[in-house]
């Protein structure tokens, strides 16, 4: 079993949508949270990263983790087409391995005009 | 300024032959990551470099994968006897050593190997 399991999607919606993506661990060591975005044939770009348990807003993009129950999830409020590409979670430890992170596989999200 | 650059954006290359990949990091960034991603796949982690030392290589899968850091920045990564399932796209990312900032990565384009 992955340590980090991310709904695989595809996803498409039409523009203007409000776009829920999830992953959920198992390891209870995770303690910080990343949402990357990639679009193709890029390198992973940093959307929004996290600490603690709670919702963090950054314009139309808001995170959200729950350590309780080890999901975490990021939403996209009026979806543009501009924000179609490959959305990665991901997870590090705090003090091992600093900076080392663990992966989901990726959502891809298609906004269509 | 300038992002993580990475060369050569594309490589093809013969089962068994060596290659070598190359990232040059943000200016600054002491700390300096490997990933490998496989079709459809997320990224998998290889090595950390903390300045020119790697205190972390549990991520390279064989003893064929080896990498180094010269002068705190530019790093190599050599994949010694190319096998078909090395055809990944290498990626390298760069962060601020400060604890706060490790987590901050910011990528490069990656190197996109093909081993036919």
């Known amino acids: 079993q992955k340590e980090v399991e991310q709904d695989p999607g595809p996803l498409s919606v039409p523009e203007g949508a409000i776009v829920s993506l999830n992953c959920t661990y198992s390891n209870s060591a995770f303690q910080y949270f990343m949402w990357y975005r990639q679009y193709s044939r890029k390198g992973p770009e940093l959307l929004m990263y996290t600490y603690s348990s709670g919702n963090k807003e950054d314009g139309r993009f808001t995170a959200q983790v729950d350590k309780s129950s080890k999901y975490i999830s990021l939403f996209i409020r009026d979806s543009q087409p501009s924000d179609s590409a490959t959305y990665l979670c991901?997870?590090?430890?705090?003090?091992?391995?600093?900076?080392?992170?663990?992966f989901g596989d990726g959502t891809t999200l298609t906004v269509k005009p | 300024g300038a992002g993580v650059s990475q060369s050569p954006s594309n490589k093809v290359t013969e089962k068994g032959k060596d290659v070598e990949l190359r990232c040059d990091p943000i200016?600054?960034?002491?700390?300096l990551y490997w990933y490998r991603q496989s079709l459809g796949q997320g990224l998998e982690f290889l090595i950390y470099f903390q300045g020119n030392s790697a205190p972390d290589k549990s991520g390279l899968p064989s003893d064929r994968f080896s990498a180094e850091r010269t002068g705190g920045s530019v790093s190599t990564l050599t994949i010694q006897r190319t096998q078909q399932e090395d055809s990944a796209v290498y990626l390298c990312?760069?962060?601020?050593?400060?604890?706060?900032?490790?987590?901050?990565?910011?990528f490069g384009p990656g190197t996109r190997l093909t081993v036919t």
């Open positions: 990312a760069s962060s601020l050593a400060a604890a706060s900032q490790l987590y901050e990565q910011y």
């Open positions: 991901a997870m590090t430890r705090i003090n091992t391995n600093a900076g080392k992170s663990t």
């Open positions: 200016s600054g960034h002491t700390a």
